[in-house]
């Protein structure tokens, strides 16, 4: 009797214990994190405290980053501001979704970041600057078909008037004005948004897309103007001699931006912390490109330089997916974020999407080690105040080389860690021919794979039916 006793109890207890693995099974499936996306415009990688910048402290995001993945080698893959943004919430190359450039619509019939969230049964929200529409900067974007599948709409297309900065409000056609420096006023509206959905039993997946650092760079509020002077600025050595008078002075004023950004970014974290939605979203922080600034004689983006093609990278990640923190090699591309962040999500990614999803990468069950391709579609000349031989170009960026070819044969070739500045260009080098060759060939090989022939940028852009000035550039109108 004894041991029918003992019997009995010992199949309860594994009865039991099957039973609370099943349950902890069950709740690890229906774990469904929020998402938040942190969105800056004109970042380059290089500009903070973790970077190692010497201007400018970002203690904020310092402390993100040591709580987070960090891809220290993610790239813009097409480094202007419509194409990052068309790619990341449709999780394609700009030559599949057609943004390749500034001021033009994307296909309302895309199937993008928002609308794949709300089937998945998210609340989606946006905030900030959009630039996907192309029917004028400061107009109204109605909604439906053209916001793309966001629910919460608080967003403007397209301004840098940061203290006058128009937006429009979910369903309400009135323009409206973000009360005084915008960076603060949509942190304030992001903050509003997360708190009014800690109650709620949907998860929240929401865009924060602000229009800092990217210039005029002395529009930061006072308070942060002083914490940055000209005199007191050091200059990457790939500055030329006549432009650094001016470039120290944008510097400042673009670090005055990006000190007011981090102080966001960590009231954002503690809201989160306070609510008790920290361990529960994942944060990812990033920008659309980086910002020249005087390295190479040029200023913006579009380049397939460093200071224009990378960008800063977190990924904050609640700590029951199980993915450890650090520094990742990876040379994570704008077409990778969305199917990424779907798969952590446990939604299914469409077939639509041509991004790599780096789920496994991230959990060291798969290894990734592939160059990331950069494009550009239109000669850039009229995006810098210097001329420096715009061109069209296609690209490879590996965790230690730059390549890019232009439509007259190769035009670039970096050692980034024998010449991190960029300075010395190796095409044509001798003793470098046969790392050229493998570059052309594995860039080559990247393009026939996609499809992509590398015509001139006007046959794209006459395909797609865009009108264009004498520029090459869509006009647009406020």
Same mark, same amino acid.
């Not at 800690?198 to 002083?226: R, V, W």
């Not at 120290?248 to 966001?264: E, N, P, R, S, T």
């Not at 993915?323 to 990876?330: F, M, Q, R």
């Not at 590996?398 to 190769?410: E, I, M, V």
């Given at each position: 009797?004894?041991?029918?006793?003992?019997?009995?109890?010992?199949?309860?207890?594994?009865?039991?214990?099957?039973?609370?693995?099943?349950?902890?099974?069950?709740?690890?499936?229906?774990?469904?994190?929020?998402?938040?996306?942190?969105?800056?415009?004109?970042?380059?990688?290089?500009?903070?405290?973790?970077?190692?910048?010497?201007?400018?402290?970002?203690?904020?995001?310092?402390?993100?980053?040591?709580?987070?993945?960090?891809?220290?080698?993610?790239?813009?893959?097409?480094?202007?501001?419509?194409?990052?943004?068309?790619?990341?919430?449709?999780?394609?190359?700009?030559?599949?979704?057609?943004?390749?450039?500034?001021?033009?619509?994307?296909?309302?019939?895309?199937?993008?970041?928002?609308?794949?969230?709300?089937?998945?049964?998210?609340?989606?929200?946006?905030?900030?600057?959009?630039?996907?529409?192309? %029917?004028?900067? #400061?107009?109204?974007?109605?909604?439906?078909?053209?916001?793309?599948?966001?629910?919460? =709409?608080?967003?403007?297309?397209?301004?840098?008037?940061?203290? %006058?900065?128009?937006?429009?409000?979910?369903?309400?056609?009135?323009?409206?004005?973000?009360?005084?420096?915008?960076?603060?006023?949509?942190?304030?509206?992001?903050?509003?948004?997360?708190?009014?959905?800690?109650?709620?039993?949907?998860?929240?997946? #929401?865009?924060?897309?602000?229009?800092?650092?990217?210039?005029?760079?002395?529009?930061?509020?006072?308070?942060?103007?002083?914490?940055?002077?000209?005199?007191?600025?050091?200059?990457?050595?790939?500055?030329?001699?006549?432009?650094?008078?001016?470039?120290?002075?944008?510097?400042?004023?673009?670090?005055?931006?990006?000190?007011?950004?981090?102080?966001?970014?960590?009231?954002?974290?503690?809201?989160?912390?306070?609510?008790?939605?920290?361990?529960?979203?994942?944060?990812?922080?990033?920008?659309?490109?980086?910002?020249?600034?005087?390295?190479?004689?040029?200023?913006?983006?579009?380049?397939?330089?460093?200071?224009?093609?990378?960008?800063?990278?977190? =990924? %904050?990640?609640?700590?029951?997916?199980?993915?450890?923190?650090?520094?990742?090699?990876?040379?994570?591309?704008?077409?990778?974020?969305?199917?990424?962040?779907?798969?952590?999500?446990?939604?299914?990614?469409?077939?639509?999407?041509?991004?790599?999803?780096?789920?496994?990468?991230?959990?060291?069950?798969?290894?990734?080690?592939?160059?990331?391709?950069?494009?550009?579609?239109?000669?850039?000349?009229?995006?810098?105040?210097?001329?420096?031989?715009?061109?069209?170009?296609?690209?490879?960026?590996?965790?230690?080389?730059?390549?890019?070819?232009?439509?007259?044969?190769? =035009?670039?070739?970096?050692?980034?860690?024998?010449?991190?500045?960029?300075?010395?260009?190796?095409?044509?080098?001798?003793?470098?021919?046969?790392?050229?060759?493998?570059?052309?060939?594995?860039?080559?090989?990247?393009?026939?794979?996609?499809?992509?022939?590398?015509?001139?940028?006007?046959?794209?852009?006459?395909? =797609?039916?865009?009108?264009?000035?004498?520029?090459?550039?869509?006009?647009?109108?406020?």
């Amino acid at each position: 009797m004894t041991r029918v006793i003992l019997l009995i109890f010992s199949s309860l207890m594994l009865l039991g214990c099957n039973s609370e693995k099943q349950s902890k099974t069950l709740e690890s499936q229906q774990f469904r994190p929020n998402v938040l996306v942190i969105l800056t415009d004109q970042w380059r990688a290089q500009a903070t405290g973790y970077a190692g910048d010497p201007n400018i402290n970002t203690p904020h995001l310092d402390r993100l980053a040591s709580r987070s993945v960090n891809f220290k080698n993610a790239v813009s893959g097409m480094p202007v501001c419509s194409p990052f943004r068309a790619s990341l919430i449709t999780g394609q190359r700009p030559l599949t979704h057609g943004i390749f450039m500034n001021d033009v619509q994307l296909d309302t019939a895309a199937v993008t970041f928002g609308k794949i969230f709300s089937k998945a049964g998210y609340d989606t929200g946006y905030i900030g600057k959009w630039h996907l529409d192309g %029917h004028g900067r #400061l107009s109204l974007i109605p909604p439906g078909k053209r916001r793309q599948g966001f629910d919460f =709409w608080k967003a403007n297309e397209c301004t840098h008037d940061y203290n %006058h900065s128009v937006y429009y409000e979910n369903h309400d056609p009135e323009r409206k004005i973000w009360e005084g420096y915008d960076t603060f006023a949509q942190t304030v509206a992001a903050i509003d948004y997360i708190v009014g959905k800690k109650t709620e039993e949907k998860p929240f997946s #929401l865009i924060l897309s602000y229009g800092t650092p990217h210039a005029p760079y002395q529009t930061a509020p006072e308070a942060y103007q002083k914490r940055f002077h000209p005199d007191s600025i050091q200059l990457r050595e790939n500055v030329p001699e006549d432009m650094k008078e001016q470039v120290k002075k944008d510097l400042a004023g673009y670090y005055a931006h990006i000190a007011a950004l981090d102080d966001m970014v960590g009231k954002l974290i503690l809201n989160l912390k306070e609510t008790g939605q920290l361990n529960n979203t994942i944060i990812v922080f990033t920008s659309d490109h980086g910002d020249l600034l005087g390295s190479h004689g040029a200023y913006k983006k579009q380049q397939p330089y460093d200071e224009s093609v990378r960008v800063p990278m977190l =990924w %904050h990640i609640p700590e029951r997916l199980g993915i450890a923190t650090g520094k990742k090699d990876a040379l994570l591309n704008s077409e990778d974020i969305l199917p990424t962040l779907l798969a952590l999500c446990d939604i299914p990614i469409p077939e639509t999407v041509e991004g790599i999803n780096y789920k496994g990468y991230l959990e060291d069950a798969e290894n990734i080690d592939r160059a990331a391709l950069i494009t550009c579609v239109q000669p850039f000349g009229q995006w810098n105040r210097v001329q420096y031989g715009g061109r069209e170009y296609r690209g490879l960026l590996t965790q230690r080389y730059t390549y890019a070819r232009d439509l007259n044969g190769p =035009w670039l070739l970096f050692d980034n860690e024998k010449d991190p500045y960029q300075m010395n260009n190796l095409v044509g080098n001798a003793e470098y021919t046969d790392l050229q060759s493998e570059l052309e060939n594995r860039l080559s090989a990247r393009l026939k794979e996609n499809g992509d022939e590398f015509l001139p940028g006007m046959t794209y852009i006459q395909e =797609w039916g865009y009108p264009v000035d004498s520029l090459g550039t869509v006009p647009y109108s406020e």
